[in-house]
């Protein structure tokens, strides 16, 4: 069974750097085609992709934000970290993980996601 | 970046409705597109592949539809499960983007 689960502060103040560690279970991204991705929902608002990384370590950022974020993977724990510097309370959101395998265009399974609040 | 524009934004339905929920792109994504199922609380869980193969395990009353820039998605008949907020997500080219999202309300 494939899963993934995301873990890191709930609460950061303004300016702080965030860091999320994303554990994956089931698969690894040390196999040829594999790929995690994050995505966040702030409260009662829409997805937005925020980075990716790929086995061979390929990574992709969304330009908005490119600047601020930094995705690794750690393949030995099996996990993936997101950083994000310079939080802001516009960045409160819900944090998710999901894999994404090259051969496909979508994201399936995702984590449950970790609440960030950003507040001073 | 390649807007995704998702059409209604809500909708009230009843149990038995077909329901359908239209996504568009500002430019040509071939068919890589999927579609996503909300519920309050929870991760999305993919429903719709490649723009119209069905995930394994998703009940064969959803499908999808579409090419190039417009897309549907169809529930056939609704059930009370199926009451959740639906997205489209494009996969054609980085970055990925998301749609608006469609509330599926009674």
């Known amino acids: 069974q494939i899963t993934l689960k995301e873990s890191g502060p709930t609460l950061v103040k303004p300016t702080q750097t965030l860091t999320v560690t994303c554990s994956l279970s089931?698969?690894?991204?040390?196999?040829?085609?594999?790929?995690v991705g994050w995505i966040r929902q702030p409260p009662g608002k829409a997805l937005e992709w925020l980075a990716l990384?790929?086995?061979?370590?390929?990574?992709r950022y969304n330009p908005s934000l490119k600047n601020r974020l930094t995705i690794t993977k750690d393949t030995p724990k099996n996990q993936v970290v997101l950083t994000m510097t310079n939080m802001d309370p516009v960045d409160t959101a819900t944090y998710f993980c999901?894999?994404?395998?090259?051969?496909?265009?979508?994201?399936?399974?995702w984590g449950q996601g970790t609440l960030v609040i950003v507040s001073s | 970046d390649i807007q995704m524009t998702q059409s209604p934004s809500s909708v009230s339905a009843s149990v038995g409705d077909r329901v359908t929920i239209t996504c568009r792109a500002s430019q040509d994504i071939s068919r890589y597109l999927a579609w996503y199922q909300q519920k309050p609380g929870k991760a999305p869980k993919v429903l719709i592949f490649?723009?119209?193969s069905l995930q394994s395990g998703v009940p064969s009353r959803f499908s999808g539809s579409g090419s190039g820039t417009d897309f549907t998605l169809t529930i056939s008949s609704l059930q009370p499960e199926d009451f959740a907020t639906y997205y489209c997500q494009q996969g054609n080219s980085f970055p990925l983007t998301f749609g608006g999202g469609t509330k599926v309300e009674i």
């Open positions: 999901a894999r994404r395998l090259l051969a496909y265009n979508y994201f399936d399974p």
């Open positions: 089931g698969f690894s991204l040390s196999v040829s085609g594999e790929g």
């Open positions: 490649s723009a119209s």
């Open positions: 990384i790929y086995w061979d370590g390929d990574e």
